[in-house]
T-cell receptor, first 113, second 117 residues
Framework: AQKVTQAQTEISVVEKEDVTLDCVYE???????LFWYKQPPSGELVFLIR??????QNEISGRYSWNFQKSTSSFNFTITASQVVDSAVYFC??????????FGQGTELSVKP | GAVVSQHPSWVICKSGTSVKIECRSL??????MFWYRQFPKQSLMLMAT?????????EQGVEKDKFLINHASLTLSTLTVTSAHPEDSSFYIC?????????????FGPGTRLTVT
């Protein structure tokens, strides 16, 4: 069965701290895609990144970085120097060969001033 | 580009009534649209996949007679919650896949918050 696990339900940090959100997935597929989305209090999903299973290069976008390791089936997300505006629920998601997007349980990040 | 809208943004209805939620792709044509449901503090769960001009495919455990989905055009899909009950209160999110785009591409709408009293 394909599954995405975000073990951290809630994380609270103080502004300017670095924070890493964990994501572990299970699949037997060789071709798949992984995503991270941000869901602020308004509810609208904001796309952050997509990675395919053949590209293990880490990615950095401003204060955001992602570490994809197939050996551990993990796709972790780090926010450097967190800001209050980063407070949101973050979802890791897996796109399977059946054409469906499977979401993890989400991690609620609270960044306090 | 690739904007998906939902209407209404929020709706309150009485138990036993039906409510329709619209999902529109504003600047592209979508052969496939998806409907998700999200309960408070929970993840998004796929309810159904709809393809333009054909019947929707429902996920296991989703009652097709209760959640009617119509995808009559390449830019509009509707979800009708029939005989709504308080347990149907949830955040409903649609997404759309543009014609010719990779299968993993989905553009999400802003969501509709349904409260059944």
């Amino acid at each position: 069965a394909q599954k995405v696990t975000q073990a951290q339900t809630e994380i609270s940090v103080v502004e300017k701290e670095d924070v890493t959100l964990d994501c572990v997935y299970e699949t037997r597929d060789t071709t798949y895609y992984l995503f991270w989305y941000k869901q602020p209090p308004s509810g609208e999903l904001v796309f952050l990144i997509r990675r395919n299973s053949f590209d293990e290069q880490n990615e950095i976008s401003g204060r955001y970085s992602w570490n994809f390791q197939k050996s551990t089936s993990s796709f972790n997300f780090t926010i450097t120097a967190s800001q209050v505006v980063d407070s949101a629920v973050y979802f890791c998601a897996f796109f399977n060969q059946g054409g469906k997007l499977i979401f993890g349980q989400g991690t609620e990040l609270s960044v306090k001033p | 580009g690739a904007v998906v809208s939902q209407h209404p943004s929020w709706v309150i209805c009485k138990s036993g009534t039906s409510v329709k939620i619209e999902c529109r792709s504003l600047d592209f044509q979508a052969t496939t649209m998806f409907w998700y449901r999200q309960f408070p503090k929970q993840s998004l769960m796929l309810m159904a996949t709809s393809n333009e001009g054909s019947k929707a495919t429902y996920e296991q455990g989703v009652e097709k007679d209760k959640f009617l989905i119509n995808h009559a055009s390449l830019t509009l899909s509707t979800l009708t919650v029939t005989s709504a009950h308080p347990e149907d209160s949830s955040f409903y999110i649609c997404s759309a896949r543009e014609i010719g785009q990779a299968t993993y591409e989905q553009y999400f709408g802003p969501g509709t918050r349904l409260t059944v009293t």
